[in-house]
């Protein structure tokens, strides 16, 4: 049994949590990336996490109920040090979460917004989360007080990384990680299917968010900060623009609605929920 079950406290005698704890502290975090001794169910079992990354805290009822979903493909290194530092990240903001690894199992073109789709939509058939974090593997939150939550509007979280030296290279900029309520990204319809290569699908993404009324919002630069874990630059697909011009004549017309894949295989893992798909 989880240390949960065991405690004596009932769930109807819990009040909530705080919406932002209050002893978060505002230094500089940094994650250990010599994971060398990764080891996932002593992770696990020290972090007191459930089968499948899914977590919430044991004496109070969070006001957060957050489904993160991370694309991947090829990333094993980094998926460990990311695993190893953010639970405990999330776990000190006294959120309900779950880690959902949507792995890319076919060749070809890597197809990021696509595996956020799928993300989405599997992650509901597991609970009834109400906010959405889409979040790359690579990237390590540095401050503590930057909640993983959802804000009334669309949050672009990452929006200050040490690669681009805290600045933002432009401001309609839409990627790495970002918070959307559910009710927010049903009505953009999620993410374009046809972004095969890197570029584009963000900035889609974000045009679909400023053409159904909604603005972006950012914490303070020195909140939003995040360090970008090394690794090859992905080769820029060739069609993005062509595909991010014409975006607007395929929101209702290419998105969640029209999404279709197949799942080769579902893991839950002790530190997170593998979903292999064929797109
Ligand atoms: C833009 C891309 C976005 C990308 C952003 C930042 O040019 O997808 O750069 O990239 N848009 C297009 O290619 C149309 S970054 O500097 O983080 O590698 O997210």
Excluded at 127 to 153: S, W
Excluded at 234 to 248: A, D, I, V, Y
């Amino acid at each position: 049994p989880s240390p949960n079950a065991l405690s004596c406290v009932k769930e109807s005698d819990k009040s909530l949590c705080s919406i932002i704890p209050t002893d978060l502290e505002n230094t500089l975090q940094h994650p250990n990336i010599s994971v060398t001794d990764f080891d996932m169910k002593d992770l696990a079992n020290k972090f007191n996490v459930g089968v499948g990354g899914a977590w919430k805290p044991p004496d109070c009822i969070s006001q957060h109920e957050v489904a993160i979903v991370i694309p991947f493909r090829n990333r094993t290194l980094q998926l460990q040090i990311f695993l190893s530092y953010m639970h405990p990240f999330l776990q000190r903001q006294l959120l309900n979460y779950r880690i959902f690894v949507i792995e890319q199992g076919t060749k070809g073109a890597f197809n990021r917004a696509k595996l956020l789709n799928i993300g989405y939509v599997e992650a509901l058939k597991t609970y009834a989360y109400h906010c959405f974090i889409f979040h790359d593997v690579d990237l390590i939150p540095q401050k503590l007080n930057n909640m993983y939550a959802c804000t009334h509007q669309p949050r672009h979280m990452s929006s200050s990384l040490d690669t681009f030296r805290y600045n933002l290279p432009y401001q309609e900029l839409f990627g790495g990680a970002v918070a959307i309520l559910k009710k927010q990204f049903e009505l953009v319809n999620g993410f374009s299917n046809i972004f095969f290569g890197w570029g584009g699908e963000d900035d889609d993404f974000q045009n679909r968010i400023i053409n159904r009324g909604m603005s972006l919002c950012r914490f303070p630069p020195d909140v939003a900060r995040y360090t970008m874990l090394t690794h090859a630059k992905e080769l820029p697909s060739e069609n993005r623009f062509l595909n991010l011009e014409s975006g607007r004549e395929r929101y209702e017309t290419d998105g969640v609605n029209t999404l279709k894949y197949s799942i080769l295989k579902i893991v839950n893992y002790p530190l997170y929920t593998w979903i292999l798909v064929d797109i």
